[in-house]
C-alpha cells in the first residue's frame, strides 16, 4: 500500500521553510527520499533507516519516527533549486527485501 | 559510469501494437526495478530483479506486461498488445543492493493512440 504524502503542493518564497510528511499503515525499515524536476527522472536525496535518525543533505534534512511510521522532510531557508515534485519511498517489514513504495508526491514551488 | 539507460526516450505506436523498452542498468548493480509513472497514479512499481531473477512482479497491470533480464546488463519490458491506457512514462532503476539508492534512468515516454 502506498504511503500518503501531505501537502499535496506547497508554495513558498526564497529563504521560507516547508515540512513534507510521509506516514504508512505498514511497519517500515526505511525511508527514502527523492526529489523529481519536471521532465526529469527521480534523483536520490536521503535514506532512513530504523532508529529514528536524522539525516540532513545541505539544508534539506529528514526525520523517521519508526513507532510512528511517519517520516518529514525539512526545507530550510529554500531555494529556487529546491522546486520540483518529493517523493517518499517506503521499505516495509513485511515485503519482499528491496521493494518500495512511492507516495503521490508533493510538488514544492520556490518563488523568487 | 554512464548510469542507467533506457531506449528508446521516445515512443509513440497504435493500439494493439507491440511495445519493446530497453533498460542498460549500471554496471555491478544486482537490482533492477520498473516502475511507471502517470498523473493519476504516480510512481508505481511494476516488477523487479535481483541477480536477473523477477522477485516481484505483483505490479504488472496485467498479462499484457512481461518483462525479462537476460544476463545483468539488459533488461526489458514488453506490452503486448498495446493500449491507449498504457500511456505513460515508464523508468528504469538499479541499485548495488535491496533498500538502498535506487539510480533511474531518464525513462521512456510511450503514446498509445
Known amino acids: 500500500q502506498q504511503p500518503v504524502q501531505s501537502p499535496q503542493a506547497v508554495i513558498l518564497r526564497e529563504g521560507e521553510d516547508a515540512v513534507i510528511n510521509c506516514s504508512s499503515s505498514?511497519?517500515?525499515?526505511?525511508v527514502h527520499w527523492y526529489r523529481q524536476k519536471h521532465g526529469e527522472a527521480p534523483v536520490f536525496l536521503m535514506i532512513?533507516?530504523?532508529?529514528?535518525e536524522q539525516k540532513g543533505h545541505d539544508k534539506i534534512s529528514a526525520s523517521f519516527n519508526e513507532k510512528k511510521q511517519q517520516s518529514s522532510l525539512y526545507l530550510t531557508a529554500s531555494q529556487l533549486s529546491y522546486s520540483g515534485t518529493y517523493f517518499c519511498?517506503?521499505?516495509?517489514?513485511?515485503?519482499?527485501?528491496?521493494?518500495?513504495?512511492f507516495g503521490a508526491g508533493t510538488q514544492v514551488v520556490v518563488t523568487p | 559510469d554512464a548510469g542507467v539507460i533506457q531506449s528508446p526516450r521516445h515512443e509513440v505506436t497504435e493500439m494493439g501494437q507491440e511495445v519493446t523498452l530497453r533498460c542498460k542498468p549500471i554496471?555491478?548493480?544486482?537490482?533492477l526495478f520498473w516502475y511507471r509513472q502517470t498523473m493519476m497514479r504516480g510512481l508505481e512499481l511494476l516488477i523487479y530483479?535481483?541477480?536477473?531473477?523477477?522477485?516481484?512482479d505483483s505490479g504488472m497491470p496485467e498479462d499484457r506486461f512481461s518483462a525479462k533480464m537476460p544476463n545483468a546488463s539488459f533488461s526489458t519490458l514488453k506490452i503486448q498488445p498495446s493500449e491507449p491506457r498504457d500511456s505513460a512514462v515508464y523508468f528504469c532503476?538499479?541499485?548495488?543492493?535491496?533498500?538502498?539508492?535506487?539510480?533511474f534512468g531518464a525513462g521512456t515516454r510511450l503514446s498509445v493512440l
Open positions: 532503476a538499479s541499485s548495488l543492493d535491496g533498500g538502498y539508492i535506487q539510480y
Open positions: 505498514k511497519a517500515l525499515y526505511s
Open positions: 532512513l533507516l530504523k532508529g529514528g
Open positions: 519511498g517506503t521499505e516495509s517489514l513485511t515485503d519482499s527485501w528491496g521493494k518500495l513504495q
Open positions: 554496471s555491478g548493480h544486482d537490482y
Open positions: 530483479f535481483n541477480n536477473n531473477v523477477p522477485i516481484d
